[in-house]
């Protein structure tokens, strides 16, 4: 598989995930179906790797439609059937500065290990198991960006708490420009949206698409993965304590000598 495509992305089997016996987590998916979000994080797992890679290579957009040719053929991709697609909500806030700060502070909270409102330039692990997996998911599936996916940022968080909250997002619009800055030759966003993309191909009927491969298991969050992904951030988030406290009595010898 094409690294560059793949590297840092998650789905999700809702019905997988929605069996858990873990009711934070399954309160959490749920958050994510209510907001709109379960045709185009749960769909169908399918990519087509060659077709993705044309793509990529030859898109542009122009007058706010992507447009690319894929095995010869010019594909438009408007943001009209990207939302069908996917049945993604098309009212609401279209801009994450337009996050009522209000939901901000409640989300702070809500999300919170401690009780208290999270650092919103702190790590991850201030926050309930949960909500570091969301923190993950809007990272990696939604907003698709590079880099450490354990420190919180405002975009991030204003996309959780429009999860966490309720808040009304037109996904359909922002998601749409994630695609078009993934597009743009000049932004640096990352490359993302496999499934969604070779779905969207898919619709065109004389594009020839390759061969199909199934999407990697060991990205799609099911019960099994959710797991892994509790197990391996209980153990990091021991692991950063331990060495807090350790550079802490470090510093305290120091200071007495």
């Known amino acids: 598989m094409t690294s560059s495509l793949y590297s840092n992305v998650q789905h999700v089997d809702f019905e997988s995930v ?19 979000l379960r045709g185009f994080l749960g769909c169908p797992a399918i990519v087509y790797e060659d077709a993705l890679v044309d793509f990529f290579e030859n898109a542009s957009v122009r007058n706010g439609v ?21 049945e993604l909500p098309i009212e609401g806030l279209g801009d994450l500065s337009e996050m009522p700060k ?3 502070f409640d989300a702070r909270s809500i999300v919170s290990l401690s009780g208290e ?3 919103l330039s702190g790590r991850k692990n201030q926050m309930k198991m949960p909500y570091r997996l969301l923190c993950d998911i809007v990272a990696k599936a939604i907003s698709v960006k590079a ?23 037109n996904w359909a619009k922002f998601l749409f420009g994630v695609l078009k800055k993934m597009v743009a030759a000049k932004t640096k966003q990352a490359k993302g949206f496999a499934i969604q993309i070779s ?10 698409l390759g061969e199909a491969s199934a999407f990697p298991a060991s990205k799609i969050l099911s019960k099994k993965t959710v797991l892994r992904f509790v197990s391996i951030n209980d153990r990091d988030g021991a692991e950063e304590i331990t060495g807090a406290a350790k550079k802490k009595a470090v510093s305290k ?3 007495c000598c």
């Open 18 to 36: 929605l069996g858990m016996d873990d009711p934070g987590m399954v309160s959490m998916f749920e958050a994510l179906m209510a907001s709109g």
């Open 66 to 86: 992507v447009f690319s040719t894929v095995g010869g053929q010019i594909v438009e991709i408007t943001e009209k059937l990207f939302a069908e697609s996917f």
């Open 102 to 104: 209000d939901a901000i």
């Open 117 to 119: 409102q999270i650092n």
């Open 147 to 169: 880099g450490s996916f354990n420190a919180i940022t405002v975009e991030k968080f204003s996309l959780m708490t429009a999860v966490v909250c309720g808040v009304k997002m």
């Open 199 to 208: 779905l969207l191909l898919a619709t065109f009927p004389a594009v020839e």
């Open 253 to 255: 010898k120091r200071n």
